[in-house]
Nanobody, 129 residues
Framework: QVQLVESGGGSVQAGGSLTLSCAAS????????MAWFRQAPGREREGVAAISIRADVDYRYYADSVKGRFAISHDNAKNMLYLQMNSAGPQDSAAYYCAARPRGLEACLPLESTAYNYWGQGTQVTVPS
Protein backbone atom coordinates (compact mmCIF):
# COMPACT_ATOMS: atom_id res chain seq x y z
CA GLN A 1 0.00 0.00 0.00
CA VAL A 2 0.95 3.62 -0.35
CA GLN A 3 2.60 5.35 2.57
CA LEU A 4 3.73 8.94 2.92
CA VAL A 5 5.87 9.70 5.96
CA GLU A 6 6.79 13.25 6.87
CA SER A 7 9.85 14.20 8.88
CA GLY A 8 11.97 17.21 9.69
CA GLY A 9 9.51 19.11 11.83
CA GLY A 10 10.42 20.79 15.07
CA SER A 11 10.97 24.20 16.54
CA VAL A 12 12.65 26.96 14.60
CA GLN A 13 13.23 30.54 15.64
CA ALA A 14 11.43 33.34 13.87
CA GLY A 15 13.34 34.26 10.74
CA GLY A 16 14.98 30.86 10.61
CA SER A 17 14.80 28.00 8.14
CA LEU A 18 13.61 24.42 8.25
CA THR A 19 13.35 21.64 5.68
CA LEU A 20 10.55 19.10 5.76
CA SER A 21 10.80 15.74 4.00
CA CYS A 22 8.18 13.33 2.72
CA ALA A 23 9.24 9.76 2.02
CA ALA A 24 6.94 7.88 -0.33
CA SER A 25 6.69 4.11 -0.43
CA UNK A 26 4.45 1.95 -2.57
CA UNK A 27 4.18 5.00 -4.79
CA UNK A 28 6.35 6.45 -7.54
CA UNK A 29 6.46 10.23 -7.31
CA UNK A 30 7.46 10.61 -10.95
CA UNK A 31 4.64 11.90 -13.17
CA UNK A 32 2.75 12.79 -10.03
CA UNK A 33 0.88 15.58 -8.27
CA MET A 34 2.28 16.22 -4.81
CA ALA A 35 1.72 18.92 -2.25
CA TRP A 36 2.21 20.18 1.26
CA PHE A 37 -0.75 21.20 3.39
CA ARG A 38 -0.82 22.55 6.91
CA GLN A 39 -3.35 22.85 9.68
CA ALA A 40 -3.14 24.79 12.92
CA PRO A 41 -5.50 24.13 15.85
CA GLY A 42 -8.88 25.71 15.22
CA ARG A 43 -8.05 26.52 11.61
CA GLU A 44 -8.93 24.96 8.27
CA ARG A 45 -6.44 22.87 6.38
CA GLU A 46 -4.50 25.11 4.03
CA GLY A 47 -2.68 24.27 0.84
CA VAL A 48 0.88 25.54 1.15
CA ALA A 49 2.81 24.38 -1.90
CA ALA A 50 2.29 21.92 -4.72
CA ILE A 51 4.29 20.48 -7.57
CA SER A 52 3.34 18.75 -10.78
CA ILE A 53 6.23 16.36 -11.39
CA ARG A 54 6.78 15.58 -15.06
CA ALA A 55 9.54 14.12 -17.16
CA ASP A 56 10.08 17.35 -19.06
CA VAL A 57 9.37 20.17 -16.62
CA ASP A 58 7.98 20.69 -13.14
CA TYR A 59 5.22 23.15 -12.32
CA ARG A 60 5.17 24.69 -8.85
CA TYR A 61 2.38 26.46 -7.01
CA TYR A 62 2.41 28.36 -3.72
CA ALA A 63 -0.12 29.89 -1.40
CA ASP A 64 0.12 33.66 -1.24
CA SER A 65 1.05 33.41 2.42
CA VAL A 66 4.30 31.58 1.64
CA LYS A 67 5.33 32.92 -1.76
CA GLY A 68 8.92 34.01 -1.75
CA ARG A 69 9.63 32.17 1.50
CA PHE A 70 8.96 28.47 0.87
CA ALA A 71 10.21 26.20 -1.89
CA ILE A 72 8.90 22.78 -2.88
CA SER A 73 11.25 20.28 -4.50
CA HIS A 74 11.74 16.58 -5.06
CA ASP A 75 14.34 13.88 -5.59
CA ASN A 76 13.11 11.14 -7.89
CA ALA A 77 16.05 8.87 -7.11
CA LYS A 78 15.12 8.94 -3.43
CA ASN A 79 11.36 9.09 -4.06
CA MET A 80 11.24 12.09 -1.74
CA LEU A 81 9.40 15.39 -1.58
CA TYR A 82 10.75 18.40 0.31
CA LEU A 83 9.55 21.72 1.61
CA GLN A 84 12.20 24.34 2.33
CA MET A 85 10.84 26.90 4.75
CA ASN A 86 12.68 30.20 4.96
CA SER A 87 11.98 33.34 6.98
CA ALA A 88 9.68 31.34 9.22
CA GLY A 89 7.25 33.17 11.45
CA PRO A 90 4.69 32.27 14.12
CA GLN A 91 1.98 32.17 11.44
CA ASP A 92 3.74 29.11 10.00
CA SER A 93 3.24 27.06 13.16
CA ALA A 94 1.09 24.07 12.19
CA ALA A 95 1.04 20.36 11.47
CA TYR A 96 2.36 19.89 7.95
CA TYR A 97 1.03 17.09 5.75
CA CYS A 98 2.36 15.55 2.58
CA ALA A 99 -0.21 14.64 -0.09
CA ALA A 100 0.01 12.83 -3.41
CA ARG A 101 -2.04 11.83 -6.43
CA PRO A 102 -0.93 9.95 -9.54
CA ARG A 103 -1.06 12.43 -12.39
CA GLY A 104 -1.39 10.27 -15.46
CA LEU A 105 -2.53 12.48 -18.31
CA GLU A 106 -4.74 14.62 -16.09
CA ALA A 107 -3.80 18.06 -14.85
CA CYS A 108 -3.07 18.53 -11.17
CA LEU A 109 -5.36 20.59 -8.97
CA PRO A 110 -2.48 21.88 -6.92
CA LEU A 111 -3.76 23.39 -3.68
CA GLU A 112 -7.13 21.67 -3.29
CA SER A 113 -7.09 19.01 -0.61
CA THR A 114 -9.91 17.02 -2.22
CA ALA A 115 -7.73 16.41 -5.27
CA TYR A 116 -5.30 14.15 -3.42
CA ASN A 117 -5.62 10.43 -2.81
CA TYR A 118 -2.84 9.80 -0.31
CA TRP A 119 -1.86 11.59 2.87
CA GLY A 120 0.82 11.36 5.48
CA GLN A 121 0.28 11.63 9.22
CA GLY A 122 1.91 15.02 9.55
CA THR A 123 4.91 16.61 11.19
CA GLN A 124 4.68 19.49 13.63
CA VAL A 125 6.39 22.81 13.01
CA THR A 126 6.53 25.37 15.79
CA VAL A 127 7.80 28.91 15.39
CA PRO A 128 7.72 30.65 18.79
CA SER A 129 6.47 34.20 18.84
Amino acid sequence: QVQLVESGGGSVQAGGSLTLSCAASGYDITNSCMAWFRQAPGREREGVAAISIRADVDYRYYADSVKGRFAISHDNAKNMLYLQMNSAGPQDSAAYYCAARPRGLEACLPLESTAYNYWGQGTQVTVPS
